[in-house]
C-alpha cells in the first residue's frame, strides 16, 4: 500500500531542500543508504564501467533532485514502493517530464544521460530499496569517485555561488 502522505501532485520545484550534518536532504525527511553492489568493465563497452548502486531508502526517505554524472541508469526495485519522476530535456527540450509515478517489486525505469531526476522517494510504509545499474564513463568514475554518480542540484548550486 502506498503511503497516505504521499503527494503525487506535489511541483518538484516545491521540495525543500537543506543541508544537514553536512549532507543535502530533503528538509524533514530521512536521506537513503547507498552501497556499490557491483562493478565491471565490458569488453564490449570500452572506456566504460556497467556497475550497480543498491539504495535503500527508509519509510519517508527522499531525496534532493539530482542528476547521474552523465551515466544511463536502468533503475529496478527489489523492495517497497519508490516514487520517480524525471526531467530530461537533453531528449526533449519542452519536457516538463512525465509526473510522478510509483514503481513496486520487479519493476524498472530508464534514465537517459543528462536527466534530471527531480524526485525520488520511498512512496511505502516499508523500507524500500532499488538497483540503479549504470552504464557509466570509466575516467569519471576513477578521476572522480562513486560521488561523481549522484550530484545534488544544491551542492552544484552552492559550488557556483562560491566561486563567483
Same mark, same amino acid.
Given at each position: 500500500?502506498?503511503?497516505?502522505?504521499?503527494?503525487?501532485?506535489?511541483?518538484?520545484?516545491?521540495?525543500k531542500v537543506v543541508k544537514k550534518d553536512g549532507a543535502w536532504t530533503v528538509d524533514g525527511r530521512p536521506g537513503v543508504g547507498v552501497e556499490l553492489a557491483f562493478k565491471h568493465a565490458p569488453a564490449n563497452i570500452p572506456d566504460h564501467y556497467y556497475l550497480?548502486?543498491?539504495?535503500?531508502?527508509?519509510?519517508?526517505?527522499?531525496?534532493?533532485?539530482?542528476?547521474?554524472?552523465?551515466?544511463?541508469?536502468?533503475?529496478?526495485?527489489?523492495?517497497?514502493?519508490?516514487?520517480?519522476?524525471?526531467?530530461?530535456?537533453?531528449?526533449?527540450?519542452?519536457?516538463?517530464?512525465?509526473?510522478?509515478?510509483?514503481?513496486?517489486?520487479?519493476?524498472?525505469?530508464?534514465?537517459?544521460? @543528462?536527466?534530471?531526476?527531480?524526485?525520488?522517494?520511498? &512512496?511505502?510504509? $516499508? !523500507? #524500500?530499496?532499488?538497483?540503479? /545499474?549504470?552504464?557509466?564513463?570509466?575516467?569519471?568514475?576513477?578521476?572522480? @569517485?562513486?560521488?561523481?554518480?549522484?550530484?545534488?542540484? &544544491?551542492?552544484? $548550486? !552552492? #559550488?557556483?555561488?562560491?566561486? /563567483?
Amino acid at each position: 500500500m502506498a503511503s497516505p502522505d504521499l503527494k503525487l501532485d506535489m511541483r518538484w520545484q516545491d521540495q525543500k531542500v537543506v543541508k544537514k550534518d553536512g549532507a543535502w536532504t530533503v528538509d524533514g525527511r530521512p536521506g537513503v543508504g547507498v552501497e556499490l553492489a557491483f562493478k565491471h568493465a565490458p569488453a564490449n563497452i570500452p572506456d566504460h564501467y556497467y556497475l550497480g548502486l543498491k539504495v535503500t531508502t527508509p519509510v519517508n526517505g527522499a531525496t534532493p533532485p539530482h542528476t547521474h554524472g552523465g551515466g544511463a541508469i536502468v533503475a529496478t526495485v527489489t523492495k517497497g514502493k519508490v516514487l520517480n519522476q524525471m526531467v530530461c530535456p537533453e531528449h526533449d527540450p519542452e519536457s516538463q517530464g512525465t509526473g510522478p509515478k510509483v514503481y513496486g517489486v520487479g519493476e524498472s525505469w530508464y534514465e537517459p544521460p @543528462g536527466c534530471h531526476h527531480v524526485r525520488a522517494e520511498n &512512496a511505502g510504509d $516499508e !523500507e #524500500a530499496e532499488f538497483i540503479a /545499474a549504470f552504464v557509466i564513463d570509466k575516467k569519471k568514475v576513477d578521476d572522480e @569517485g562513486l560521488g561523481a554518480l549522484v550530484v545534488i542540484d &544544491a551542492e552544484v $548550486e !552552492e #559550488a557556483r555561488r562560491a566561486k /563567483a
